[in-house]
């Protein structure tokens, strides 16, 4: 068999199988980056629970048939519960409550890309969340292992990376090398590129990229991406 032969068979077998380290993803949040990501980590082979407060809404059943790839919907609680992943697809404000909502989260990688931001007079932008939200999520579920990602790009660079023009570089700041490692492949299934910029303090720094994201379009700011080259 030549190369271009013995490769095809290794794809057709990777699609038939699935990746070796299939997780199930709870999505907890149906809008915007939920409905932005959850399709992404479904076809890359991992079973996607979307978590919702309604999740026989026609809106959802509707994310779950355009999802595919075996998703189903059932309610937040639940969704975490059977899950290994939970992406936290929220407001800021709900978010406490939600988490604390959620059971025991011991052991299972959070994912934060959560902007929590307080917008002020003359178009100000500020941080709404002391030391960071990230360092806040773990706090709140201390056995679980918090990962910031996907806070510093819109939802249409989630959808399609392509659109860019150029790579987009996804900032992760965690405690759990294991735990950013399995957040970088999602990264890469959604054609971004990882980069793991230290512990979960450093969310602080990543937020405030977050912040100066958002407050470049909301004060009608040229808008940029993040493309960050290690060296």
């Given at each position: 068999m030549t190369k271009r032969g013995i490769g095809f068979a290794i794809v057709c077998t990777f699609l038939m199988l699935?990746?070796?380290?299939?997780?199930?993803?709870?999505?907890?949040g149906t809008g915007g980056v939920g409905s932005a990501l959850g399709p992404h980590f479904a076809a890359a082979g991992h079973t996607v629970v979307y978590g919702s407060r309604s999740p026989e809404t026609s809106e959802v059943q509707a994310l779950v048939k355009e999802t595919?790839?075996?998703?189903?919907?059932?309610t937040q609680a639940t969704a975490a519960k059977n899950a290994d992943i939970i992406l936290l697809a929220l407001p800021w404000a709900p978010t406490k409550a939600i988490v604390e909502g959620?059971?025991?989260?011991d052991g299972k990688i959070i994912i934060d890309p959560i902007n929590a931001l307080a917008f002020g007079p003359e178009k100000s932008v500020g941080l709404a969340a002391t030391p960071s939200a990230a360092e806040l999520i773990q706090a709140w579920a201390p056995?679980?292992?918090?990962?910031?990602?996907?806070?510093?790009?819109?939802?249409?660079?989630?959808?399609?990376s392509t659109?860019?023009?150029?790579?987009?570089?996804?900032?992760l700041a965690g405690n759990n090398a294991e735990a950013k490692a399995r957040v970088a492949a999602l990264v890469e299934a959604v054609g971004l590129v990882p980069l793991d910029v230290g512990l979960l303090d450093h969310a602080r720094a990543v937020e405030a990229m977050g912040q100066l994201y958002v407050a470049q379009g909301y004060?009608?700011?040229?808008?940029?991406?993040?493309?960050?080259r290690p060296r």
């Open positions: 699935g990746p070796a380290n299939a997780d199930t993803i709870a999505v907890i595919g790839h075996g998703a189903t919907a059932t959620l059971g025991d989260l056995g679980a292992h918090v990962i910031k990602a996907f806070n510093t790009l819109t939802r249409a660079f989630m959808v399609d659109a860019a023009g150029g790579p987009i570089t996804i900032p004060q009608g700011r040229t808008r940029y991406e993040f493309q960050l």
